[in-house]
């Protein structure tokens, strides 16, 4: 316990004996060193100019004046051993949250906690719909001339709680609950044809989770119970033209809600093994009324869709170090996603089923089995090698075949059973002074089924990505090197591929992708005073997908092959040190650029043009798209005194981008619509801002 | 009386010059290493003290010893010309400490392997030597890696594609410090991808409740595994996606008509649906619903996630 004094006429006779003094003063620097510390920072910060797509998620995306405010009140009652901690951050805008612990340490604590959480449109909309943000919206018809500028966003606003309470006997509670609101609107579209509406949101989710737990030395065990209700405030958008033509009803997410049970726990059955298991059973449920529009509606449509997922995962596992060489682990998981969701008809557009749509509930269960050995050689060296098997079963039950058995709803292959068995080895070295590092080689092949074929014999020629045979391999090399001791070299060499099985009846779809990355990162203590630290990081992926395309828009029928490329160059310095007694600087530069290719080649084999033409709007092939971020951020601190300072921040910071996604060909902005809308969706290519801050910062 | 003073005065100075027995400073039974570690040492130790580990008051918090083993050999070396360099504490957890993973781990397990960290040796992380001091520094007062904004720094030690994703244009906001990396991963457990729930769809539905559904027409893949069609950590695409609309539809669709059209953009104005498969936002311009649709319209085009 800390000592105390009481200013008698003893303490003020020892405060005046020689050593009193540098006794208090050690008393109170070892205070400093070794109690809770809070912190108060109040200061001003300036952007120099609108930062739509860097500022996205922090609260300053315009041009202006921030407030600087963050808080940490952090105190312990050392006789008690309760703490008591207000923790706000970015209290001047509007990402600010403030959180409160109580904490009686080894009884019982709570907490309170409020966030915000904004994101801010990167794009800049310019449109003529009426009624945005709500849930009756209007399309212009014919197009807009005069457009409004429109910034949207969402904003997510949360509050939560919890309670831990230490029962004893090795038994401790938790207990917490969340509410967040989600306001805004998102860029949406109009389902009919490509034009614009926006996405109204007004929502809420709530979480709770409570556990119990237990645990001794050989022995813990948690049960719990996590409750997730999500509440949708709309649910049906009416749009239309504003000549009341082709109205649209688009529908919106419906409450919804699940519930779990849960347990997972661990037993040392020896110092050298030990067990673990989990097994966890959700309900999740949707059953909503259905909300209808002013269109015709099947008959036999359900009111509500009665939606239920069963989910339920059974683990174990078991590891044991059988000797100080040797150590093995073997684990069984299987993970059952039961849609029970009635199978019903929504959609019968004649008195038998000309065009039908029935509910599509899909259920799945994977059983994965692992086991892995690890031998350990001399001066830290390890071999690994390990086996992986999965094996998932896949059911759709959709009842609408034709007389031939073909179902008619079907557009893509599906595949009813999936085998994959990958292969890890591995080795390691650790516990050296000067070189670490590991070099991880894997293999894995995934089969299955026969499909299940499709109404549409084209699109039966594809292998989806996620179910395709594919077999991958994977190297991974990571070296850590201290060559002298002020210098830490990392090196991170990285690459797979993967390759997807194709036939002749089934040659579409992705071949063949790979992925590579090269990274080193150095840190050098140049003095006592000064570190350097900088990083280099390139990564490349690249996607070969091999597709036909069917005769339509005066483009003739074609076989494509695309081979799409994404290659990063980012690099980043940090520099941090001292350069006056009272003056600490530091400096952080991050430099990141991202091109993406879309090359394809589109080989004719009937008649037609390479690329699609209608109503005098051609098209033209894709170019490169190129991103690049540069930021520098420069920052001091002087100590004003031992418990305050004043910091100051510049960053500088620019963005540019030639992304076509929102242009046509030539680069002038995409416009929705021909004769109706006019809506354009637009952002800056390059956006450049300084940032310069000031803050005082007090802490005690 | 003043006198009197000054005499219990003069005899307290003579006191403090002595070399009293040391004393525990911030752990309890710490005096035998404090005597000679401080903050000044080139291992400081004392801000310990500032932790949930220095709270005395708490009967379960631990000894220096607790964690670094007695440490006999290391304490008693006397010292002096040819007596050699002092031998190490018993458990190390620096980056060159010859301590064995398991023996640190274990360290930290004799007291942490209830609650989330039941299947911490079931974990991808146990399972590649990672141990608890990799990530966690004990004598910080502040641990960085528990802090929301700095976290990340700590996981990029080792996951540098990570690091090079959220600095991509499009990301969750993790650099902003709105969300962190375990707000995904439980970075102590055994889920796939050690995840903080069950399956990946389990795991984002923690925020993005509005896609579980069950949907009245249902879209599999969204069903079954968001990270189809997202790369969550970051990309240039919009939504997260890993590749643009139409390649990225036609990953699985190969049908005719529309559907199958090349990437291209239009030169103007046109509500084709075969020339806006990848201007704005591609194929979703139109199927506006991707992740599931409620209507009830009699129409095939409810089913196909357009209303």
Same mark, same amino acid.
């Given at each position: 316990?800390?000592?105390?004094?009481?200013?008698?006429?003893?303490?003020?006779?020892? !405060?005046?004996?020689?050593?009193?003094?540098?006794?208090?003063?050690?008393?109170?620097?070892?205070?400093?060193?070794?109690?809770?510390?809070?912190?108060?920072?109040?200061?001003?910060?300036?952007?120099?100019?609108?930062?739509?797509?860097?500022?996205?998620?922090?609260?300053?995306?315009?041009?202006?004046?921030?407030?600087?405010?963050?808080?940490?009140?952090?105190?312990?009652?050392?006789?008690?051993?309760?703490?008591?901690?207000?923790?706000?951050?970015?209290?001047?805008?509007?990402?600010?949250?403030?959180?409160?612990?109580?904490?009686?340490?080894?009884?019982?604590?709570?907490?309170?906690?409020?966030?915000?959480?904004?994101?801010?449109?990167?794009?800049?909309?310019?449109?003529?719909?009426?009624?945005?943000?709500?849930?009756?919206?209007?399309?212009?018809?014919?197009?807009?001339? *005069?457009?409004?500028?429109?910034?949207?966003?969402?904003?997510?606003?949360?509050?939560?709680?919890?309670?831990?309470?230490?029962?004893?006997?090795?038994?401790?509670?938790?207990?917490?609950?969340?509410?967040?609101?989600?306001?805004?609107?998102?860029?949406?579209?109009?389902?009919?044809?490509?034009?614009?509406?926006?996405?109204?949101?007004?929502?809420?989710?709530?979480?709770?989770?409570?556990?119990?737990?237990?645990?001794?030395?050989?022995?813990?065990?948690?049960?719990?119970?996590?409750?997730?209700?999500?509440?949708?405030?709309?649910?049906?958008?009416?749009?239309?033209?504003?000549?009341?033509?082709?109205?649209?009803?688009?529908?919106?997410?419906?409450?919804?809600?699940?519930?779990?049970?849960?347990?997972?726990?661990?037993?040392?059955?020896?110092?050298?093994?030990?067990?673990?298991?989990?097994?966890?059973?959700?309900?999740?449920?949707?059953?909503?009324?259905?909300?209808?529009?002013?269109?015709?509606?099947?008959?036999?449509?359900?009111?509500?869709?009665?939606?239920?997922?069963?989910?339920?995962?059974?683990? !174990?596992?078991?590891?044991?170090?059988?000797?100080?060489?040797?150590?093995?682990?073997?684990?069984?998981?299987?993970?059952?996603?039961?849609?029970?969701?009635?199978?019903?008809?929504?959609?019968?557009?004649?008195?038998?089923?000309?065009?039908?749509?029935? /509910?599509?509930?899909?259920?799945?269960?994977?059983?994965?089995?692992?086991?892995?050995?690890?031998?350990?050689?001399?001066?830290?060296?390890?071999?690994?090698?390990?086996?992986?098997?999965?094996?998932?079963?896949?059911?759709?039950?959709?009842?609408?075949?034709?007389?031939?058995?073909?179902?008619?709803?079907?557009?893509?292959?599906?595949?009813?059973?999936?085998?994959?068995?990958?292969?890890?080895?591995?080795?390691?070295?650790?516990?050296?002074?000067?070189?670490?590092?590991?070099?991880?080689?894997?293999?894995?092949?995934?089969?299955?089924?026969?499909?299940?074929?499709?109404?549409?014999?084209?699109?039966?020629?594809?292998?989806?990505?996620?179910?395709?045979?594919?077999?991958?391999?994977?190297?991974?090399?990571?070296?850590?090197?201290?060559?002298?001791?002020?210098?830490?070299?990392?090196?991170?060499?990285?690459?797979?591929?993967?390759?997807?099985?194709?036939?002749?009846?089934? =040659?579409?779809?992705?071949?063949?992708?790979?992925?590579?990355?090269?990274?080193?990162?150095?840190?050098?203590?140049?003095?006592?005073?000064?570190?350097?630290?900088?990083?280099?990081?390139?990564?490349?992926?690249?996607?070969?997908?091999?597709?036909?395309?069917?005769?339509?828009?005066?483009?003739?029928?074609?076989?494509? *092959?695309?081979?799409?490329?994404?290659?990063?160059?980012?690099?980043?310095?940090?520099?941090?040190?001292?350069?006056?007694?009272?003056?600490?600087?530091?400096?952080?530069?991050?430099?990141?650029?991202?091109?993406?290719?879309?090359?394809?080649?589109?080989?004719?084999?009937?008649?037609?043009?390479?690329?699609?033409?209608?109503?005098?709007? /051609?098209?033209?092939?894709?170019?490169?798209?190129?991103?690049?971020?540069?930021?520098?951020?420069?920052?001091?601190?002087?100590?004003?005194?031992?418990?305050?300072?004043?910091?100051?921040?510049?960053?500088?910071?620019?963005?540019?981008?030639?992304?076509?996604?929102?242009?046509?060909?030539?680069?002038?902005?995409?416009?929705?619509?021909?004769?109706?809308?006019?809506?354009?969706?637009?952002?800056? =290519?390059?956006?450049?801002?300084?940032?310069?801050?000031?803050?005082?910062?007090?802490?005690? | 009386?003043?006198?009197?003073?000054?005499?219990?005065?003069?005899?307290?100075?003579?006191?403090?010059?002595?070399?009293?027995?040391?004393?525990?400073?911030?752990?309890?039974?710490?005096?035998?290493?404090?005597?000679?570690?401080?903050?000044?040492?080139?291992?400081?130790?004392?801000?310990?003290?500032?932790?949930?580990?220095?709270?005395?008051?708490?009967?379960?918090?631990?000894?220096?010893?607790?964690?670094?083993?007695?440490?006999?050999?290391?304490? $008693?070396?006397?010292?002096?010309?040819?007596?050699?360099?002092?031998?190490?504490?018993?458990?190390?957890?620096?980056?060159?400490?010859?301590?064995?993973?398991?023996?640190?781990?274990?360290?930290?397990?004799?007291?942490?392997?209830?609650?989330?960290?039941?299947?911490?040796?079931?974990?991808?992380?146990?399972?590649?030597?990672?141990?608890?001091? $990799?990530?966690?520094?004990?004598?910080?007062?502040?641990?960085?890696?528990?802090?929301?904004?700095?976290?990340?720094?700590?996981?990029?030690?080792?996951?540098?594609?990570?690091?090079?994703?959220?600095?991509?244009?499009?990301?969750?906001?993790?650099?902003?410090?709105?969300?962190?990396?375990?707000?995904?991963?439980?970075?102590?457990?055994?889920?796939?991808?050690?995840?903080?729930?069950?399956?990946?769809?389990?795991?984002?539905?923690?925020?993005?409740?509005?896609?579980?559904?069950?949907?009245?027409?249902?879209?599999?893949?969204?069903?079954?595994?968001?990270?189809?069609?997202?790369?969550?950590?970051?990309?240039?695409?919009?939504?997260?996606?890993?590749?643009?609309?139409?390649?990225?539809?036609?990953?699985?669709? $190969?049908?005719?008509?529309?559907?199958?059209?090349?990437?291209?953009?239009?030169?103007?104005?046109?509500?084709?649906?075969?020339?806006?498969?990848?201007?704005?936002?591609?194929?979703?311009?139109?199927?506006?619903?991707?992740?599931?649709?409620?209507?009830?319209?009699? $129409?095939?085009?409810?089913?196909?996630?357009?209303?």
């Amino acid at each position: 316990m800390k000592p105390t004094f009481k200013l008698t006429a003893l303490s003020a006779a020892l !405060a005046s004996a020689p050593g009193f003094a540098q006794a208090q003063a050690e008393e109170a620097e070892l205070a400093a060193l070794t109690r809770p510390q809070s912190e108060v920072s109040v200061g001003l910060g300036y952007w120099s100019k609108d930062r739509p797509r860097l500022g996205t998620y922090d609260g300053m995306s315009q041009k202006g004046p921030y407030g600087l405010l963050d808080a940490l009140i952090n105190t312990r009652d050392d006789r008690t051993g309760t703490w008591f901690i207000l923790d706000g951050r970015n209290l001047g805008l509007d990402t600010r949250e403030l959180r409160m612990d109580w904490l009686r340490q080894g009884n019982m604590g709570v907490f309170l906690e409020y966030s915000r959480t904004p994101r801010d449109e990167p794009y800049t909309v310019f449109t003529g719909v009426q009624g945005i943000g709500t849930t009756t919206q209007r399309v212009p018809s014919p197009s807009a001339t *005069s457009l409004g500028e429109l910034h949207l966003g969402t904003m997510r606003e949360g509050l939560g709680a919890g309670f831990t309470k230490v029962l004893g006997g090795g038994y401790d509670f938790r207990v917490s609950f969340k509410s967040e609101d989600k306001t805004g609107d998102r860029l949406w579209g109009r389902g009919g044809a490509a034009e614009f509406v926006t996405e109204p949101i007004n929502s809420n989710t709530r979480q709770m989770e409570a556990v119990l737990g237990y645990s001794d030395k050989k022995f813990q065990i948690n049960g719990g119970y996590y409750g997730s209700w999500y509440t949708n405030h709309n649910a049906l958008v009416d749009t239309a033209l504003t000549t009341g033509a082709s109205p649209f009803f688009l529908s919106l997410p419906l409450d919804n809600q699940a519930h779990q049970l849960y347990a997972n726990g661990g037993y040392s059955l020896t110092d050298a093994t030990r067990a673990t298991f989990k097994v966890a059973y959700t309900r999740a449920t949707q059953n909503e009324d259905i909300p209808v529009g002013a269109v015709p509606v099947f008959s036999g449509a359900p009111t509500s869709l009665d939606g239920r997922v069963d989910t339920t995962l059974l683990q !174990a596992g078991l590891t044991q170090r059988t000797s100080s060489t040797f150590s093995w682990l073997a684990s069984l998981r299987h993970y059952e996603s039961d849609e029970k969701t009635p199978q019903v008809r929504v959609v019968q557009t004649g008195a038998t089923c000309g065009t039908c749509v029935d /509910t599509t509930p899909m259920s799945y269960k994977t059983l994965t089995g692992k086991l892995e050995g690890t031998y350990r050689m001399m001066q830290g060296v390890s071999l690994l090698g390990g086996l992986e098997y999965s094996k998932q079963d896949r059911t759709v039950p959709v009842g609408n075949f034709n007389a031939a058995g073909v179902d008619l709803q079907r557009f893509v292959p599906f595949r009813s059973e999936l085998d994959e068995t990958t292969l890890r080895l591995e080795a390691r070295r650790s516990l050296s002074e000067t070189l670490n590092g590991r070099i991880a080689l894997s293999h894995s092949k995934r089969d299955g089924s026969d499909y299940t074929l499709t109404n549409e014999p084209k699109g039966d020629q594809i292998n989806p990505i996620h179910i395709a045979d594919r077999d991958r391999n994977k190297i991974k090399l990571m070296l850590d090197w201290t060559p002298v001791q002020p210098l830490t070299l990392t090196f991170n060499v990285e690459h797979a591929k993967d390759e997807y099985g194709t036939s002749d009846a089934r =040659p579409f779809g992705l071949t063949e992708g790979t992925a590579s990355l090269f990274s080193i990162d150095a840190a050098y203590a140049i003095n006592e005073k000064w570190q350097l630290s900088a990083w280099y990081t390139r990564d490349q992926t690249e996607a070969k997908q091999l597709g036909q395309r069917s005769a339509t828009d005066g483009a003739g029928e074609a076989i494509k *092959s695309a081979n799409l490329e994404d290659v990063g160059d980012t690099f980043g310095i940090g520099l941090r040190g001292q350069l006056m007694p009272k003056l600490k600087a530091g400096l952080d530069i991050l430099y990141s650029k991202n091109v993406n290719k879309y090359p394809e080649d589109i080989s004719l084999i009937g008649p037609g043009t390479v690329l699609p033409a209608s109503g005098g709007v /051609t098209t033209s092939p894709l170019p490169n798209i190129t991103n690049k971020l540069t930021r520098v951020n420069l920052h001091a601190n002087y100590a004003l005194q031992k418990n305050a300072e004043v910091r100051i921040d510049y960053i500088y910071e620019q963005w540019k981008t030639d992304d076509w996604s929102w242009m046509f060909a030539d680069g002038s902005p995409f416009t929705y619509g021909v004769t109706t809308d006019g809506t354009q969706v637009q952002q800056a =290519p390059k956006q450049s801002a300084n940032f310069l801050g000031a803050r005082y910062i007090y802490r005690f | 009386m003043r006198v009197l003073l000054l005499v219990l005065g003069l005899l307290s100075a003579t006191a403090w010059g002595q070399d009293p027995a040391p004393q525990d400073r911030v752990l309890n039974g710490d005096a035998k290493c404090t005597r000679c570690h401080d903050e000044n040492d080139s291992y400081p130790v004392l801000a310990i003290g500032a932790t949930k580990h220095g709270t005395r008051a708490d009967p379960r918090t631990p000894s220096c010893t607790s964690c670094h083993g007695a440490s006999e050999a290391h304490m $008693s070396h006397k010292g002096g010309s040819g007596a050699g360099p002092r031998p190490k504490p018993e458990i190390g957890f620096g980056k060159h400490a010859k301590t064995p993973i398991d023996t640190r781990t274990k360290a930290c397990l004799t007291c942490h392997q209830g609650s989330s960290r039941v299947e911490w040796q079931m974990s991808a992380h146990a399972r590649t030597d990672v141990t608890c001091s $990799s990530c966690h520094l004990v004598h910080a007062p502040r641990d960085p890696v528990r802090d929301r904004v700095a976290q990340s720094d700590t996981c990029f030690t080792c996951h540098k594609e990570q690091r090079v994703q959220v600095n991509r244009p499009v990301h969750h906001p993790i650099p902003e410090g709105k969300m962190s990396c375990s707000s995904c991963h439980d970075v102590h457990g055994g889920n796939p991808k050690q995840l903080t729930r069950d399956s990946t769809t389990e795991t984002c539905y923690t925020c993005h409740m509005e896609k579980r559904g069950p949907f009245v027409h249902s879209h599999p893949p969204v069903q079954e595994d968001c990270s189809i069609c997202h790369q969550p950590h970051g990309t240039t695409i919009a939504s997260l996606l890993k590749s643009r609309a139409p390649f990225l539809c036609q990953e699985c669709h $190969s049908d005719t008509s529309h559907r199958s059209q090349a990437g291209a953009l239009p030169s103007g104005r046109t509500t084709s649906s075969g020339l806006t498969g990848t201007v704005a936002r591609g194929c979703m311009n139109c199927h506006t619903n991707i992740h599931g649709s409620n209507s009830k319209e009699n $129409s095939a085009t409810s089913g196909r996630f357009r209303r």
